[in-house]
């Protein structure tokens, strides 16, 4: 192709270019270079810090990295100077991150080389500051510019990522990847100041757990149900302590993300038995043992609240899994085999439950699916019994017959209270029952084997000794009369 011919398509490109016009020329020759493959030679004699050289202070900086994100181009205004707009890159390399800030008329070379995450580019005379999140942030002013590089060797863009297993409690600013596996509706409120937010929650997981993440304001609009099985990467978000002690991580105006491709949907199925071991949201195959009423409860900070329980059993063993909200499940019936999805592990004085809230997916389990053979119901002896346990079952001799007396409450209401003793092989312990409960033990007699199910464990605050509470759950059945 001769020079002419060159210049030519140069001149024509230019007539396209929407880039300022200080810079029409440079993007002309370079899409022109860019159709034609020819590769252009960059000056190296300069020498390149690591990101962890970088100090705040520093000028005439020439760094090698690779791009980890693009955040949207925004607009400034400054009293002093005259606005414009600015591009805010996350780049990294084998010793670490940093923010790169590419300001005004600079700002056009990330779209005029088409640079997208996972490019290695060279930032050449840039400055060094100290950045909002206390670390060394580059920019690019007057003087410095970025080059596409050709060259790929520096760590993948996931290495710049962290899984949701490996988050920790530490108040950390992080990079997030993981497959999106629950979307919730937006929640709107109102600021202090009266101007109105708005927050999505979002639950993304690995292959070894999953955790929560809190989207907030023009974030939440980004996200939708739709993206359920998509690769999720956040980049800048603060990782927190959850209400019931699990990490959780926050997005807002800092923050950045980035939907990926499909991916198989991650469930971390587990057995009830390995619930203490595991956290995050889970996934449970099991026999719905027992299913309670529903009633309304009164949470702190949230008021009144509807909640249901039932008792979800596999070969491992029981757990209590609380329903919050009105959502309803169908295929939640005794004796149904069911799959339970987006499960929440809660840890307690009372021991490891499971809760499920609109998140949550209550499914039967099909005949393909992993299965639950021989539920493992434990029945519990009263030498295991410990303070905090709650919808056991213990099965015992009936020692000594319900004892009915009347008792004054805080309130100064009279009630009845009944008190009988059961004992086995390892030891004895009181059961207590109120109100409508008395009947359910009042005609025992010494000598009776009951099996009590569902029922709480309470130490007394008096004397510390362990007892059995009778609830409006609790079934009382009669193994064995007596002689």
């Known amino acids: 192709m001769s020079k002419e011919e060159v210049l030519k398509l140069i001149d024509e490109k230019r007539k396209e270019a929407t880039v300022s016009e200080k810079y029409k020329g440079v993007w002309a020759v370079l899409m022109v270079a860019h159709e034609l493959g020819v590769k252009f030679e960059q000056d190296t004699s300069d ?5 962890s050289e970088l100090s705040p202070g520093m000028s005439s900086v020439n760094v090698k990295a690779r791009i980890i994100s693009i955040f949207p181009p925004r607009e400034f205004s400054s009293e002093t100077k005259m606005g414009g707009r600015f591009v805010k890159l996350l780049i990294g390399d084998q010793t670490g991150w940093a923010s790169l800030i590419i300001w005004r008329e600079k700002a056009d070379l990330v779209e005029s080389q088409f640079l997208k995450p996972n490019d290695v580019v060279r930032v050449r005379k840039a400055y060094c500051k100290e950045g909002r999140l206390g670390r060394p942030e580059l920019h690019i002013g007057q003087s410095g510019t970025i080059i596409k590089l050709e060259e790929d060797d520096l760590p993948t863009r996931e290495e710049f990522y962290t899984k949701p297993s490996q988050l920790t409690n530490d108040l950390q600013v992080v990079n997030i990847m993981g497959s ?20 999505r929650r979002v639950v993304v997981a690995d292959e070894k757990t999953s955790v929560t993440g809190a989207f907030w304001n023009e974030l939440a609009d980004q996200l939708s ?3 359920v099985g998509k690769m999720l990467y956040v980049t800048l978000a603060k990782t927190r302590q959850g209400r019931g002690g699990e990490v959780e991580f926050v997005a807002d105006r800092g923050s950045h993300l980035e939907l990926g491709e499909e991916t198989r949907l991650i469930e971390n199925t587990v057995k009830i038995a390995e619930l203490d071991q595991k956290q995050g949201l889970v996934t449970i195959y099991a026999l719905v043992q027992k299913i309670f009423p529903p009633k309304t409860v009164v949470v702190e900070g ?3 609240r509807r909640a249901q329980e039932a008792i979800l059993c596999d070969d491992t063993g029981c757990v209590t899994l609380t329903i919050w ?29 499971l809760t499920i809230g609109n998140m949550g997916i209550i499914e039967p389990a099909q005949s393909d699916m992993k299965m639950v053979r021989e539920p493992k119901v434990s029945v519990h002896r009263i030498g295991e019994l410990k303070a905090g346990m709650r919808n056991v079952i213990i099965e015992g001799i009936v020692s000594q017959p319900a004892n009915i007396t009347e008792v004054t409450t805080s309130t100064g209401e009279q009630i009845q209270k ?3 003793m059961l004992a086995d092989d390892t030891g004895e312990v009181q059961v207590v029952a109120w109100r409508d409960g008395i009947e359910k033990i009042s005609r025992l007699r010494p000598g009776s084997v009951v099996r009590l199910k569902w029922i709480v464990v309470r130490a007394n605050p008096f004397d510390g000794k362990l007892g059995i509470v009778i609830t409006p759950n609790t079934d009382v059945d009669l193994q064995r009369a007596p002689v």
């Open 225 to 227: 149900e739709n993206d």
């Open 418 to 420: 009944a008190t009988l």
């Open 325 to 353: 909200g009105d959502k309803s499940f169908p295929a939640l019936k005794e004796g149904a085999r069911v799959v339970l999805r987006n499960a929440k592990i809660r840890r307690s004085g009372q021991g490891t439950a």
């Open 47 to 51: 020498s390149d810090l690591k990101i």
């Open 180 to 199: 999106v596996i629950g979307v919730l509706p937006i929640t709107e409120f109102k600021r202090f100041d009266g101007t109105m937010g708005k927050v």
């Open 302 to 304: 949230l008021g009144e």
